[in-house]
Structures are given as structure tokens and as C-alpha cells.
């Protein structure tokens, strides 16, 4: 793994719980600098555990004893306060507002690596590996349809199915809810789940959500999974 250089931010305070998750990010800013400063700004009251740059490079920005504050007002099979469970990674990308595009493969292998690690270290869970939209449907995009979250899988990094299942008798609403989401507004549930698993149902409208999403839901609910992309 790359060296990881300390940046340190001042936006941070106490855990409340152990960590057992880790969130995901795009900057969503024009610039990196920008990004940083507004991490370390005490104003905005927003700040992640690690940044990646676009060339790989890696800061630690808040030590992962602490709690730092990335994800906001958010859901996870029944938690909300996700900041106290989570180590919260931002990657350098301008995001939807200032020209969303891929993330590169140097970021993705600083990723994989810091990942892998934390993974580890904390014993997390593979369904416990979110992006923001994940957790906050209603508010976040990030880390967008871009992200490459089948190639972390085939890492040891969440989970992921190319599969589909053509039939069922729970409903849509029911298996988001089993898998986690916060799903108060179904369709903004459908559209992150959707960023996750299925991004082709938003870039190229391809159809089947429903058949992808029984996959997704199989794999989530089933009792000893080893981190196994199917």
C-alpha cells in the first residue's frame, strides 16, 4: 500500500459505537484543494478519515479512533448515526455537478489496498461496504454510477451479482428494506440501489431492476456469506 501522508483536520470528536462500516465518496468538488480545505474548515463541519487523490496519493485526515463527520443525516439497516460505526474514505472526482466522470485505476488501487486493510483490521462485514447513496438516497449521489464497486468485489470489498432472479413474492420495498435502505421514498431507495448493483439501468436504461435486485437481496440475507461475488 501506498505511504499515507497526515493532513489533519480538526472536524471530528468521540465515537459512540464500534466500527463496523465503511463509506464511500466522491468529493463532488472543482478541485481537490478545495475538497481539503473544506474538510478542515471547522465552518462546514464535514471531514472523512482518508482522502485519495486522482494520482493515488493518500491523506489521513481524521484518526480513525474518532469519529468524523461524512455522512450526515443517513440510514443503514436501522442505524443513523453512521459517522460513530464508519471509517468514511473521499475520492478526488468532480462529481455530477462540475463533470462527473471514472474513477482511474491508480485511485481504485490505493482504494483496494486502504480498503483491504481497514477491512481487516475492523472485521467488517462485505455488506457493510456502502457508497453514500447508499445511506442518504434522498440527498447523495456518490460515488456515482461510475464506481467501480464489482471490481472491489472481485477484491475481497463488498458484494456483488451479475446475476438475475425472475421471480418472487417479496416486493421491491421489502427486499431494499432487508438489504438496508432507508426506503421512506422508494424510487430515490431504487435509484441508489441502482448506482450500486445495476448501474446500467441508469446509463444505458437497460431493464430488469427488479430481477437484479432479488439477486442482490439473495446474497445480503444469506447467513454465512464469505464475501463471494457471484
Known amino acids: 500500500m501506498r505511504e499515507i501522508s497526515v493532513y489533519p483536520s480538526g472536524n471530528f ?35 472523512a478519515h482518508y482522502f485519495i487523490f486522482e494520482n493515488g496519493d493518500i491523506y489521513n485526515l481524521v484518526d480513525e479512533q474518532y469519529r468524523a463527520w461524512h455522512a450526515g443525516l443517513s440510514f443503514w439497516k436501522g442505524v443513523t448515526d453512521i459517522n460513530s460505526r464508519s471509517i468514511g474514505i473521499e475520492i478526488s472526482n468532480p462529481g455530477h455537478e462540475f463533470g462527473y466522470r471514472p474513477f482511474n485505476a491508480a485511485q481504485i488501487s490505493s482504494l483496494t489496498d486502504l480498503c483491504q486493510d481497514i477491512i481487516k483490521r475492523y472485521h467488517i462485514p462485505p455488506e ?65 440501489f441502482q448506482r450500486h448493483f445495476y448501474p446500467e ?30
Open 128 to 192: 457493510n461496504i456502502l457508497g453514500h447513496s447508499d445511506i442518504a438516497p434522498t440527498r447523495k449521489q456518490d460515488p456515482g454510477e461510475f464506481f467501480p464497486w464489482k471490481t472491489l468485489a472481485k477484491n475481497g470489498i463488498g458484494l456483488w451479482t451479475d446475476n438475475f432472479i425472475c421471480s418472487g413474492d417479496l416486493s421491491a420495498d421489502e427486499m431494499l428494506c432487508a438489504i438496508g435502505y432507508d426506503t421512506s421514498r422508494e424510487e430515490a431507495a431504487i435509484t441508489a
Open 13 to 47: 470528536n468521540r465515537r459512540y459505537a464500534p466500527i463496523d462500516m465503511i463509506v464511500l465518496h466522491y468529493t463532488g468538488m472543482k478541485t481537490d484543494q478545495e475538497a481539503l480545505d473544506r474538510m478542515c474548515n471547522r465552518v462546514y463541519n464535514v471531514s
Open 201 to 230: 439501468a441508469l446509463t444505458a436504461n437497460a431493464p430488469n431492476t427488479l430481477k437484479r435486485l432479488r439477486a442482490v437481496h439473495e446474497i445480503y440475507c444469506k447467513k454465512g456469506n464469505k464475501n463471494e461475488t457471484l
